[in-house]
């Protein structure tokens, strides 16, 4: 603050200030600002002490919702006002509270003298904006879940179904509940809402792949759509700078659905990827969860069971970002729960219920990492636990100890191969001889398209698998392949379904050693074939010639050698 602005009061400038406002069109508090010599900023911050009257920038109006019970949204934007309910009763946000014309007025629509704040009137009409945005956005939420909305609850839960949609007279709210519909009974992983110079489409990711659904041609409703995505999410609908992450639910028919949302700003405004989270799917019936089920074959499955029974140690999964890492652990730690030790997992998110298993969702906002999580875990007496994801160095080592003093570890990692793994736990700065002393084995896994089982016809075997199967020294006699032409029923994509694979590598002390010891790459590697090891690109191979899926397919998911 200058001295100019301690020697010569507020209130003294206040009259100048109004008159050179009224004739400038400039914003009062600029006027009184210039006058005093001082910043706007300085203005607010020394309002009520000098003038009695709170100030309010339009940060702080949007975190706060207006109440247009005694002024409607029309006269408020006409006059410029921001009605805040404070508990107490609520507070008018003016551009100028010492108007005696406008003061007046607002006392004869609400019926008593008014409580009064200032602020600018472009940043109330932008506050204002905001609020109709907003309010369109959460237009047909349920009262239940509006009212979780406002008083920043996470347990709001939207009904939707075909019969909601076709009531709902908002379009924004048909097109989104339309896309999160379809998206459940096609099988979706994840919807995205890519907006563009001229509206927005919507792709549903299914079987691992981009499929356009539906599209919207209005760049103004696609911005509403956007909106209407952050008001489930309760995010924040004015900031559109940064990105953002959140998450709600919704019953579709007898299941509740976990939906986390991530928005990202680009040039056309900002892209929605919203991922379904199925908690009920695999709930009292363990014959979903099994390995069997995931469409492993024979080999890998018994090799992943003796690693899952091991009294202790560290089952690692490794694979990209939707390989189905977890699923296999919550099918291996299903296939050896009795009932008479404490399984305990932490996840982020917890993406399937476990009958009679402890699982602990992360929250990073409130201080629950892996790594804090992971800790408290081993106070609570644990004789198996699942770590949903080993990011950083911390959980790294701590999932190490607990797999070298008595536990039995299932976890996962990102890593292009059960080679690779090794590299990733180094960069990390784990002990390698920890590491190889608490491991037992490491899976690597893949998720393959199916043909569609009612388009599939058989084709003519090309020359290249024969000679890849010659090369990888497998039999040809008896090859057979085929592919899908596409239908209604898989999207005209020729798949439908997903085959799992998944290269299981166990740890000897021979293998530990060779690792210690520095051993090359291509010797580790034949001694894992030694050991009976199928590589992925093998049982790859394995698909397409008994025709479950196409060459095309394995070369988009597998890398070879």
Request: glycine residues 6%; negative net charge.
């Amino acid at each position: 603050m200058s001295s100019d602005l301690s020697a010569t009061p507020l209130t003294s400038l206040m009259a100048q200030a109004r008159t050179r406002a009224a004739q400038s069109g400039v914003p009062l508090v600029a006027e009184l600002a210039a006058l005093a010599g001082c910043a706007s900023e300085d203005i607010g911050r020394l309002s009520e002490a000098e003038l009695g009257v709170s100030y309010f920038t339009q940060q702080a109006l949007v975190r706060q919702a207006p109440e247009f019970l005694q002024v409607s949204f029309t006269d408020c934007v006409k006059r410029g006002i921001y009605p805040l309910n404070q508990g107490s009763g609520t507070c008018f946000v003016v551009a100028d509270p010492w108007d005696d014309h406008a003061l007046q007025w607002l006392a004869n629509r609400i019926g008593h003298y008014p409580v009064l704040a200032w602020g600018t009137r472009p940043e109330i009409l932008a506050a204002l904006e905001y609020a109709q945005q907003r309010i369109k956005a959460s237009s047909e939420l349920p009262s239940s879940a509006a009212q979780a909305q406002a008083l920043g609850s996470d347990a709001a839960v939207k009904v939707i179904s075909i019969e909601t949609i076709e009531r709902s007279s908002s379009q924004v709210v048909r097109f989104v509940d339309a896309a999160i519909y379809d998206a459940w009974k096609a099988g979706a992983s994840d919807i995205h809402f890519e907006c563009g110079r001229d509206g927005v489409r919507v792709k549903l990711r299914l079987d691992g792949v981009l499929v356009p659904a539906s599209e919207l041609a209005d760049r103004v409703l696609a911005e509403e759509v956007i909106s209407r995505i952050k008001v489930l999410a309760q995010l924040d609908i004015a900031e559109r700078r940064i990105p953002q992450d959140g998450r709600f639910q919704i019953r579709l028919g007898e299941r509740e659905l976990d939906f986390r949302v991530s928005i990202m700003p680009s040039i056309f405004g900002e892209d929605a990827v919203v991922r379904l989270l199925d908690k009920s799917q695999l709930r009292g019936d363990a014959q979903v969860i099994s390995l069997a089920s995931l469409g492993l074959d024979e080999d890998a499955i018994g090799r992943i069971r003796r690693l899952a029974k091991k009294p202790h140690g560290m089952l690692l999964v490794t694979g990209p970002t939707g390989s189905g890492k977890t699923t296999t652990l919550y099918a291996a730690l299903t296939e050896i729960q009795t009932g008479q030790e404490k399984i305990i997992t932490i996840e982020d998110p917890v993406e399937y219920e476990l009958p009679g298993v402890l699982q602990i969702p992360v929250n990073e906002k409130k201080g629950l990492t892996f790594s804090q999580g992971l800790r408290s875990i081993l106070r609570h007496d644990p004789d198996k636990i699942l770590v949903g994801e080993i990011r950083d160095a911390e959980t790294a080592e701590i999932a190490v100890q607990a797999a070298l003093t008595g536990h039995l570890v299932f976890t996962t990692v990102h890593a292009n191969s059960v080679f690779d793994v090794i590299s990733r736990f180094a960069h990390m700065d784990i002990d390698l001889y920890s590491l190889m002393s608490a491991l037992n084995g490491v899976v690597a896994q893949r998720l393959i398209r199916r043909n569609c089982p009612l388009c599939v016809e058989e084709v003519e075997v090309p020359q290249e698998l024969i000679g890849r199967m010659k090369q990888a020294n497998m039999d040809t006699a008896r090859v057979h392949v085929a592919r899908g032409r596409g239908c209604e029923h898989c999207r005209n994509t020729g798949y439908k379904g997903r085959h799992a694979i998944a290269e299981v590598l166990p740890f000897d002390d021979t293998l530990r050693t060779m690792i210690l010891n520095r051993a090359d790459v291509a010797e580790i590697k034949n001694h894992a074939l030694s050991m009976g090891v199928r590589p992925l690109g093998v049982r790859a191979l394995d698909l397409v010639a008994t025709g479950a899926t196409t060459l095309e397919e394995i070369d988009r998911v597998v890398a070879y050698d």
